[in-house]
């Protein structure tokens, strides 16, 4: 884990906690996700969302890799590979080739966008918001010398950095659930879009199963808000009807986390898997990444970063980073096993032609 400057991490914990901090002392989440409150949380969500990747970044890659995101557990598959083929997944569905001019919408540090390019040839652009993303996102660019197909912009997905009409094809994983509705980036996402080109995402939703009403579900899906810095977690058909309103012509659309769609694809461990010490692959190599991303694997960390905060080896900030993300893994876990949540509420668009 590298240590960027002390100042940005403690300033990022104190301007997070700060959002989130409505209402806890009641326990009540009821109270605690009120409209006025998620509203607050809606008007704030750029800043709040730079504050979270300042103090996530770290441990996202020391447990997880440079792919921020979930995938389908194919059992017998490695973890990297079950990542990597989520990827391509959506290379493949977009038609990628070489010469094609994409965007990766809130790219992280560009797992996907470095494994899109290697898989298609074609050209992948990164946007982020997040400075320390985009210098590292940069950095790997440049050591796995892919220079000539990557690059990455610093821009705001609810005003996107380019002009109308610029890219043959865009995907998100896993980041348009940052704004505060989905219409706003899908919309933007419309206008950079070519005339004819396709737009494919990965939706972070609730399901048809999650009662509102239910105070445990309605903790759950709190602590995936708050724990992943999201304003609001929308049903699946609200992002459906989202896509549609800004113009696209939805070609797909189905969750990938639905154990019936996925009965034809042979044996899976669960998405949520890595975050519960369920294994979709066993060797040793695989142990030692599933244990760092495992509920004991994490409290672990959790104790460490404390001590090295606490003796001044670790900046102001890591300790509320890591309480941070074991929020976001109970909810995440939680929910994953009501399925009342997805992170890959997949779905194909495609911008009419006239
Ligand atoms: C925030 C969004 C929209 C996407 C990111 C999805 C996942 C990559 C993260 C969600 C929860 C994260 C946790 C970790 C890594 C990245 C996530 C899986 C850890 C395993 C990192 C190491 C810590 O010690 C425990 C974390 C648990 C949650």
């Given at each position: 884990m590298s240590a960027p400057a002390a100042p940005r991490k403690a300033v990022a914990a104190e301007g997070y906690q700060a959002l989130w901090s409505h209402n806890k002392d009641t326990g009540d989440v009821f109270k605690q996700t009120s409209d006025d409150i998620k509203e607050e949380r809606k008007a704030a969500a750029p800043v709040m969302t730079n504050y979270y990747y300042d103090l996530a970044t770290d441990l996202y890659e020391y447990g997880w890799g440079t792919s921020f995101h979930f995938a389908r557990m194919f059992t017998g598959s490695s973890f990297a590979s079950n990542i990597a083929r989520h990827e391509d997944y959506l290379a493949l569905k977009l038609g990628l080739k070489p010469g094609m001019?994409?965007?990766?919408?809130?790219?992280?540090?560009?797992?996907?966008?470095?494994?899109?390019?290697?898989?298609?040839?074609?050209?992948?652009?990164?946007?982020?918001?997040?400075?320390?993303?985009?210098?590292?996102?940069?950095?790997?660019?440049?050591?796995?010398?892919l220079e000539a197909i990557t690059d990455v912009v610093k821009g705001n997905f609810l005003e996107?950095?380019?002009?109308?009409?610029?890219?043959d094809a865009i995907y998100s994983i896993e980041a348009t659930c940052h704004a505060p509705h989905p219409s706003q980036v899908y919309g933007e996402i419309f206008r950079v879009l070519k005339p004819g080109g396709k737009y494919a995402c990965y939706?972070?939703?609730?399901?048809?199963?999650?009662?509102?009403?239910?105070?445990?579900?309605?903790?759950?899906?709190?602590?995936?808000?708050?724990?992943?810095?999201?304003?609001?977690?929308?049903?699946?058909?609200e992002s459906l009807a989202a896509v549609r309103s800004v113009g696209f012509d939805v070609i797909e659309e189905y969750d990938l986390a639905d154990p019936e769609f996925n009965k034809p694809w042979g044996a899976q461990t669960p998405w949520y898997g890595p975050l519960a010490g369920i294994m979709a692959n066993y060797s040793v190599d695989e142990f030692l990444r599933y244990f760092r991303s495992s509920k004991i694997g994490g409290t672990i960390t959790d104790v460490f970063v404390s001590v090295m905060e606490f003796v001044g080896l670790a900046p102001k900030g890591t300790k509320a980073a890591s309480q941070t993300l074991i929020t976001a893994s109970e909810g995440l876990v939680y929910s994953g096993k009501k399925e009342t949540f997805t992170p890959m509420y997949f779905f194909l668009g495609k911008k009419p032609e006239a």
């Open positions: 001019r994409v965007l990766d919408v809130g790219c992280g540090v560009g797992g996907p966008l470095r494994e899109i390019a290697k898989f298609s040839g074609a050209t992948v652009v990164g946007l982020n918001n997040n400075q320390y993303q985009v210098e590292r996102c940069k950095m790997y660019n440049k050591k796995f010398g996107i950095p380019f002009p109308d009409n610029t890219f939706e972070w939703c609730t399901t048809a199963k999650y009662d509102e009403n239910d105070r445990e579900q309605r903790l759950a899906i709190h602590q995936i808000e708050e724990g992943d810095s999201i304003p609001h977690l929308y049903r699946t058909y």
